[in-house]
Each structure stands twice: as structure tokens, then as C-alpha cells.
């Protein structure tokens, strides 16, 4: 099986790229947060970096090497892209939520977060530091616009995220009089 790597090993961006995970927790309570369920649609939310840099985090925690900043493309092992490509492709993410849906007989509203946050990710990684490969295993094919690490683009982005939960607070305080 051919794993995608990431094609723009030679070039590294200098903007600061700490996995945003944050935001991906924020957005997906913006969109869940009148579900029943909203910590699992959280967690599913930010599961596809957990599992995909999770273990690396955490084995380079212990080492001399500091996991705070972006590393190199030539120091992440395979196993990282290996996950990154399943977790991050809408394919076998719709695959696993339709055998749940037949398993259950049910949609679980809440496995959504995971498609979501690919979606998310498609257009905002680029082409330099793990683009998206949405659509594996069947195709290497993967947007590269813009890094979610710009400043700029994290300003507008949190900019939207507070304005959202902004109006959410509103909405439940004056829902209530």
C-alpha cells in the first residue's frame, strides 16, 4: 500500500504551527452545541489529530526534542502519515460512520464532527506541511491553500470562532427570559 507524503518536504514554512486542536474543538461545539451529545461530537472532532499525532506528541515529550514547535518533515515517522491519511480522508470516514449506522441501525449525529474536521483542514493546511488527503485510498489528491499557522488566517479564524460563541451565549441568555 503506497502512503502519502507530504510534498513539500524541502520547503518549511516559518509561521508557528502547534497543532490547533483547539480550534477544531471550538468549532465543532459551535455546530453541536444543542446535541445531546455534543462532548462525543468534540471528541470525534478532534480525534483525527490525536490519532495521528497523539503518540508522536507524547514519545517526543520524553525526548530531548521539543514538541512545541513544527518539526521537520524528515524527523515525523511514517507512522504519523500513515494515520494522518486514514484519519483525515472523508472516505473512510463516511465508510466507519455508515458500518455504525448499519451495525446501530441509527445515525449518530455526533460521528459527523470527524468528516467536519477533515472539511475543515482541506482548505486550511497547505501544501507545504500535511496537506489533506481527503479523498485516500483512492486518490492522492489533496487542496493546499493557505496553513491554518498563518497569523492572519488564525486571527480571522478565532475572530469567527468568538463571534460565534459570542452569539451562542447570547442566544441561550435571552432564549431563557
Known sequence: MNWIYC???KKQEKSSSKMDIFAHALWVYILFNKQKN???????????????F??????????????FNKPHLANIPPYVYASYNITHSLIIAFAVILLVYIITKKLHLFLLAW?????????????????TPFLYPISSFHIGLISWGNPIFMLINYVLIFSCLIYIIWKKKHSKS
Open 7 to 9: 510534498s513539500g518536504a
Open 38 to 52: 455534543k462532548l462525543l461530537a468534540i471528541l470525534f472532532g478532534v480525534l483525527p489529530d490525536l490519532l495521528s
Open 54 to 67: 497523539g503518540p508522536f506528541f507524547l514519545i517526543n515529550l520524553f525526548s530531548e526534542e521539543t514538541v
Open 115 to 131: 468528516p467536519l474536521h477533515i472539511s475543515i483542514d482541506i482548505f486550511s493546511h497547505s501544501e507545504e506541511f500535511f496537506p
